[in-house]
């Protein structure tokens, strides 16, 4: 496990941009396989790992004996003993036991005697001592720590003695070797998790006295049954039902109950913990029953098998991770009342077709629909005015999406790699398009920006190979690097007046490219890779008539074929072997477009700055279209056709 994090955060440390971004959108489920609780910072788990790595010098700087706290202990012939009067110290994965390079990576410690005196075994003390076999633990012991035994797999079995009144988190997780295990009477609190990934724990029993707990059937319970502990992750059989009574369902109670296809949960169950069900890979089927209100966070991830899941109406929340990597579950139904989908809800439901969100919903978290390869329809509430980064990244199966008004930024990544989306309608309250919003999305062959849009991030239409024409709208001061590279089927593009910087490799690879509208008067400075990959000598570049000459002199610029705007006055489109007439030209009240050999979409006008003035549905084989409405000047007719292409011309309008 300790290697899966590290080509991620290398990866992070190198690359900058958009990509540190498809990296960090996954860390919710990469800390989840690692283990490692969510609430941990980024650079938390890069110091755990430095740590790992570092530890991992040589024996000769580590004493075979020594201190911990008042005790002594010595490791001779693979045998730690530890002894003296009082409490071991607690430990950390960033403050470890003076014996811990000999127990997780010289794997030495075979034996652990605990001698009478010692009162308390520290957290983390015996953390993934991976070549223990055998453990004494002394008359006389108290309370063992958080962590304590945690990841021995190779240790048989351990007897608890009386006395000890407190077993703490995780005390004995990924025990695998255990078959059973007994509380004693003593014990009045056992941490959460503490059986956890115990694969071959198929019984928990407790002593009939013990005041607290209970047991029944081998599955641990609060002393008067309404709270279900922990289920042994080895449980003999294929179902399990939960006893009415039973109020609340403890976390982690059935994590990775591999044998268990069927639990069935009683009316009586209010609450359910985090994780309860996570990885229990092989349930089909679960009835989460009324009154139950939160589905907290990890509950069912890694239920790979499950198919069908039914909530009550009574739910208001469902936490992060809740159903990721559910790969075979279809559909659900959010219930109504529900105003938030999670970061990575549902990441990873490779089956899940489709989805209601409820009209409550205003927010639409982090990579909540990461890589849902299957979701081929989504519909967005009116509600909704948050969808966060990488939202949608990886469906590759959604053809459209429509997004509500209240919508004023597409955050990073929110649709990159959606290879199969082919429309978007963007609302006007859109104000910032984000780095890689539509990275990969090789099905968008058009867009329109909103006009109130005045941020483009890096790489924001990167790799959009079937989209043919794009209007920057006024308003944007800079093409970030890489927005439209490798854009191959892009043949025009409209820069404005507004936009004075133009990243490195922008138009890289837009080898289509034929018309370029910059309505800039000044020629930006700009790299040699701009415009890499392009035909600059087969591609007009319309420029202010009066910094023609500027351009012409310009770096990079000049190799275009330059010519004024509004320097010809075309009365014809021609598209192969055909043609599409506008007239008059000049016009003053009217304009007719003629386009009875060609099938044309829409006709699109814009003035010299780019602004769009109006959109016109085209009829046939004639449209009339009234510009009375319009200032005297000049204006770009674009016709867009059927199969996606799009022609300009220059009209006057006096």
């Known amino acids: 496990m300790k290697t899966r994090i590290i080509p991620v955060i290398a990866n992070a440390v190198k690359q900058s941009g958009f990509f540190v971004i498809l990296n960090l959108i996954q860390y919710p489920l990469i800390c989840r396989r690692l283990r490692v609780k969510p609430a941990m910072t980024f650079w938390a788990c890069v110091l755990a790992m430095t740590l790992f790595l570092a530890l991992g010098t040589t024996s000769s700087a580590f004493a075979q004996s020594g201190t911990t706290g008042p005790l002594t202990w010595v490791l001779e012939d693979n045998t730690l003993t530890i002894s003296g009067e009082g409490a071991m110290p607690n430990y950390s994965i960033a403050n470890t036991p003076p014996w811990f390079q000999y127990g997780y990576h010289e794997d030495i410690i075979y034996t652990i005697v605990i001698e009478p005196g010692v009162t308390h075994i520290g957290n983390f003390a015996f953390y993934y001592c991976k070549s223990l076999t055998s453990v004494t633990l002394p008359d006389g012991l108290i309370t063992i720590g958080d962590e304590a035994f945690y990841g021995n797999p190779s240790l048989p079995s351990i007897t608890i003695p009386a006395g000890v009144t407190t077993i703490g988190d995780r005390a004995f997780k990924a025990c695998t070797s255990f078959p059973t295990i007994t509380i004693p009477c003593s014990v009045t609190k056992i941490g959460d998790g503490c059986f956890m990934f115990c694969s071959n724990l198929t019984s928990i029993e407790v002593e009939s006295e013990n005041n607290y707990y209970t047991s029944k059937d081998g599955v641990l319970f609060n002393k008067d049954k309404t709270t279900l502990i922990c289920c042994p992750a080895g449980k003999i059989g294929t179902s399990y039902v939960i006893p009415d009574g039973v109020t609340h369902i403890e976390a982690v109670a059935f994590i990775s109950c591999l044998s268990l296809t069927e639990i069935t949960i009683p009316n009586s169950v209010k609450t359910i913990g985090y994780e309860a069900f ?48 559910c790969h075979n579950l279809p559909s659900i139904t959010i219930p109504e009342n529900v105003t938030e989908i999670a970061m990575s809800v549902f990441a990873e439901c490779y089956k899940l077709d489709s989805i209601t969100i409820p009209e409550k919903v205003t927010a639409i978290k982090a990579t909540a629909f990461y890589c849902c390869t299957s979701l081929g329809s989504i519909n967005i509430p009116d509600n ?10 990886g469906c590759t199966s959604l053809p459209s999406i429509t997004l509500p008004d209240g919508i004023t930024s597409l955050e990073s990544g929110v649709f990159a ?12 309250s859109v104000t910032r398009i984000e780095a890689g919003v539509f990275y990969g999305c090789t099905s968008l062959s058009s867009i329109a920006i909103p006009d109130n849009v005045t941020w483009i991030g890096e790489e924001a239409f990167s790799h959009c190979k079937s989209l043919t024409s794009i209007t920057i709208p006024d308003g944007v001061t800079s093409i970030e690097k890489q927005t439209f590279l490798s854009c191959t089927s892009l043949t025009s593009i409209v820069i404005p007046e507004s936009v004075t910087n133009i990243g490195w490799r922008s138009f890289a690879y837009c080898e289509n490219l034929t018309l370029i509208t910059n309505y800039n008067p000044v020629p930006a400075v700009i790299n040699p890779n701009v415009f890499f990959g392009v035909k600059q000598s087969e591609c007009r570049l319309e420029v202010p008539v009066a910094s023609v000459e500027d351009y012409k ?26 043609e599409l007439r506008v007239y008059p030209n000049p016009a003053c009240e009217e304009l007719t477009i003629d386009n009875e050999q060609l099938t044309v979409e829409n006709i699109e006008i814009f003035d010299l700055t780019g602004k769009i003035v109006g959109v016109y549905p085209c009829g ?8 009375s409405h319009l200032p005297v000047g000049i204006y770009v007719v674009q016709a867009r056709l059927k199969n996606g292409a799009v022609q300009r011309g220059k009209v006057v309008k006096n």
């Open 278 to 325: 996570n990885h229990c890979m092989n349930v089909t089927s679960l009835v989460i029953p009324d009154g139950v209100t939160k589905i907290e966070r990890w509950t069912f991830y890694g239920c790979e098998n499950l198919i069908s899941i039914t909530l009550p109406e009574s739910i208001t929340i469902i936490e992060y991770c809740a159903f990721a990597e």
């Open 553 to 578: 002199s310009a770096a990079v610029w000049k190799d275009f074929y330059i010519t004024g705007i509004g320097e010809e006055d075309i009365d014809e489109l021609r598209i192969t072997n055909y």
């Open 417 to 428: 790699a959606c290879t199969s989306l082919g429309s978007i309608n963007t609302p006007n």
């Open 384 to 393: 909704v005015t948050l969808i966060e980064v990488g939202a949608f990244y």
């Open 620 to 627: 046939y084989p004639e449209t009339t279209i009234n510009i």
